[in-house]
């Protein structure tokens, strides 16, 4: 079961939240800027990272792709860097360069050590407060004191969904 937590926007929580939305934003322009340098129309987010990172790529239809640069994921229409040519690395070189957020930094936000499988949920769309939610059963989630406990209800209400 999820619990949520709210914080106002202009809390000590809060104000960290929002430097991680600031760096979103970023993260989208890095990997808007490398899909219209290189041609792809979507990419799959790294999973190793909450925003940002790309680990594969899709092209359109009609794209002729290029081989010094892109492999095909086996069985599937999505491309990832070849990393066999000088070429390809460039590319992954790019890749690495542009803005994450990674599962340390938005845990950290709470005061939370957690960086490697676990990661807290955010929620912005609301104009006063923004919403964490964890696991039920992690225990080791440390709730910062400008934070408070919600339902599940006031969520959808709070956050429309």
Known sequence: MTMY???KKESETGKKFQKIMDKFK?????????ADKYG?????RASWEVVG??????????????????????????????????EGKALQAE?????VITKGELNACIGWNESFFKSIGLDWNNDEYFCFYIEEDWTDVPIPS???EITTSKYKELFKR
């Open 95 to 99: 890749f690495k360069q542009a803005t």
């Open 26 to 34: 970023v993260c989208l322009e890095d990997q808007k800027a490398l």
């Open 5 to 7: 937590f709210i914080t």
């Open 53 to 86: 990172g790309i680990s594969s790529v899709t092209f359109h239809k009609c794209t002729t792709v290029d081989s010094k640069l892109w492999k095909l994921v086996k069985g599937k229409t999505e491309y990832k860097p070849r990393l066999n040519t000088k």
């Open 40 to 44: 792809f129309i979507s990419w799959r």
């Open 146 to 148: 400008d934070c408070t």
